[in-house]
Nanobody, 119 residues
Framework: QVQLVESGGGLVQAGGSLRLSCAAS????????MGWYRQAPGKQRELVAS???????NYADSVKGRYTISRDNAKNTVYLQMNSLKPEDTAVYYC?????????????WGQGTQVTVSS
């Protein structure tokens, strides 16, 4: 059994910062790509940032220069540092990880953490 547990969401004023964390635990053989998605009310879930196991990163255009994804592979944890937050960043943020267990490889999702940016 594999679990992703997120933390760090909350309410912040526009221009502020938040740092999200997502820790993977359980019967993990190897973690491949990890990433963050978000879903705002009435909108589809979208990729915000991703990181390969080798550290290559990718960002949505809307967050480039403001968000930074990083990983601590020893702790099976991925972080999302969010700076210069805007009201349009308000959403539920989900952690995603592609994980090899002993028997298969699949994507896992966290429970989601609310980020609210007030104007």
């Amino acid at each position: 059994q594999v679990q992703l547990v997120e933390s760090g969401g909350g309410l912040v004023q526009a221009g502020g910062s938040l740092r999200l964390s997502c820790a993977a635990s359980g019967s993990i053989f190897r973690i491949n790509a990890m990433g963050w998605y978000r879903q705002a009310p009435g909108k589809q879930r979208e990729l915000v940032a991703s990181s390969t196991s080798g550290g290559n990163t990718n960002y949505a255009d809307s967050v480039k220069g403001r968000y930074t994804i990083s990983r601590d592979n020893a702790k099976n944890t991925v972080y999302l540092q969010m700076n210069s937050l805007k009201p349009e960043d308000t959403a539920v943020y989900y952690c995603n990880a592609n994980i090899n267990t002993l028997f298969y490889t699949r994507d896992y999702w966290g429970q989601g953490t609310q980020v609210t940016v007030s104007s």
